[in-house]
């Protein structure tokens, strides 16, 4: 098994960098526990799978061993992938309410760039590793292109109000060009640090955990966007979704919200 020859093969094939190596660990941990890639090995590999994690870690896991597949044009042994339940309701959605909570204590205690974070993520729908992207060019511009997978673009708007506070923010630091999202090094912050100090601030101010995290904020901007203006193809475009079926998803209720219009509701 050549590693690095399929690693390049990854990389050609325009996968993100987490995708690559979440591969590269399935197919080496294959390997190493179960050696050759025959038909047998495969199946007792998904029976391993299927006994230990979820739908969607097992999917993911698949989608590495099936990539491994195609590399060595063995795309028979392809695995299927299991079927996972659609729940009919969103989880772990930070509601508007402490969406706004949040944003508010962070601005009155001086963590400026924690709640431009914050609004960023909730305002533009930003994915975080699109949300470091972001330039002081581009708050200017008022947008940032960006290239997706098939050479499609798609491009991240920045809503005025947020675009007009975020340059005197960058001003005021002295920020004339490049990344506007720096750690004390100036460098730019990670992924990972963002999820982290996310869930400190969660803690610092009695919200929920669980719905403090990055995505969560992509989750309330796609929620917000459909009850404002209810164009859901249009949201599938800003949010850079294939096929509008990711998209429909939104129109759910969050499971909190589902709780509360039955307490209301159901008096009898």
């Given amino acids: 098994m050549d590693i690095n020859k399929f690693e390049n093969f990854l990389v050609k094939s325009d996968l993100a960098k987490n995708t690559v190596t979440s591969y590269l660990w399935t ?24 006994e230990h994690f979820k739908p969607q870690t ?15 044009k063995k795309e028979k042994l392809k695995l299927k992938f299991v079927k ?10 930070i509601s508007d309410a402490d969406y706004k909570f949040l944003k508010s204590k962070l601005k ?7 709640y431009f974070v914050v609004w960023f993520l909730t305002a533009t729908g930003a994915r975080v590793s699109e949300l470091l992207q972001i330039k002081v ?22 809503p005025k109000k947020l675009r007009e506070e975020a ?11 490049g990344y506007i999202f720096l750690n004390r090094f100036g460098e730019r912050i990670t992924t990972r640090g963002i999820a982290m100090q996310l869930k400190h601030f969660a803690s610092r101010y009695g919200l929920n955990p669980k719905v403090v995290y990055p995505h969560s904020f992509r989750h309330r901007f796609a929620k917000n966007f ?5 164009d859901i193809a249009l949201l599938a475009d800003l949010m850079g979704h294939e096929s509008i079926e990711t ?9 909190m919200e589902q709780q509360m219009i039955v307490d209301k509701v159901v008096v009898w």
Wanted: no cysteine.
């Fill in 27 to 50: 197919v080496n941990h294959f390997a190493v526990n179960y050696g050759e890639f025959n038909k047998e090995n495969l199946l007792a590999y998904k029976g391993f799978l299927v």
């Fill in 58 to 72: 097992i999917n993911l896991r698949l989608q590495g061993i099936n990539k491994y597949l195609e590399f060595i």
């Fill in 84 to 93: 996972v339940q659609q729940k009919n309701f969103l989880e772990n959605v």
């Fill in 108 to 114: 009155n205690d001086g963590y400026l760039e924690w």
């Fill in 137 to 158: 060019e581009h708050v200017q511009l008022g947008y940032l292109d960006m290239y997706t997978k098939g050479g499609k673009i798609r491009r991240l708007y920045i």
């Fill in 167 to 177: 340059i005197v923010w960058n001003e005021e630091r002295g920020i004339v060009t």
């Fill in 226 to 230: 459909l009850e404002k203006y209810n």
């Fill in 247 to 255: 998209t429909r998803i939104y129109l759910r209720r969050t499971s």
